[in-house]
């Protein structure tokens, strides 16, 4: 049976590569680099210039495209119907290569965290999945600003931008992990709500901005809107906390 190592990587920076996915990546057959477009080409630059760092045996390399997902308003009908598609094309790019039985994808950050790539994993049928875990964007975040993720003996609540935008601040929580946001989404907060951003964090493109919204809020629109001008791509994610809770 094929195994799909799923290994996560870290945001991109080749020191955030752990040793058990080292060793991954080095006995694997085969190995999956997603293309997403010539605006998005750094990010498989990125994963090549990882393999370059990392690999001490040649391993084969499939590049496959990745399918565009529908824009329709039925949400989560277009977001499964694109999985069903991107596994599709996994399936074909192994079938194509019948000698390999280890097969390795590298995943940004850990697989777990508000990554989707375990479900279209699951809709592969004849392979068995083994998680490598990696360095979340959120670690890297607070290693970024120096930060503890949570307040006192308090919880923290992961959320996504379309969620904060919709439905607002959670009830009863003290701080929020915003991943996945267009950008945006903590302008319909209070403005005293204190705001820890991150763009490309643990890359060297990484950019940092902290303070509270009133102050802070439109230099970070202005700063996501020209760094993703500039690389055409854009990974960023935020903390947030309210009533100056430590």
Known sequence: MTTLHLIGIGTGN???VTGQAI????????????RKGTAKSDLAEVREHILSRVLTTPVPVAAYDVPQRADQDDYLGAVNDWHD???KVWAETIAAHPGATNVALMVWGDPSLYDSTLRIA????????????GITSLQALTA????????LAAPVTITTGRQLRDNGWPHGATTLAVMLD????????PPDTEIWWGAYVGMPEETLIH?????????ILATRARLRAEHGWIMDIYLLRRGGDV
Request: aromatic residues 2%.
């Open 211 to 219: 303070g509270p919204l009133s102050q802070v809020s439109d230099e």
């Open 122 to 133: 699951a809709r592969l049928t004849g392979i068995s999945v083994k998680v490598i875990p």
């Open 144 to 151: 970024a600003h120096a930060i503890p993720l949570n307040t």
């Open 23 to 34: 060793r991954a990546l080095n006995g694997a057959d085969l190995i999956l680099i997603p």
């Open 182 to 189: 267009k950008g945006g989404a903590f302008t319909t907060l």
């Open 14 to 16: 080749p020191d955030h």
């Open 85 to 87: 598609a991107i596994a």
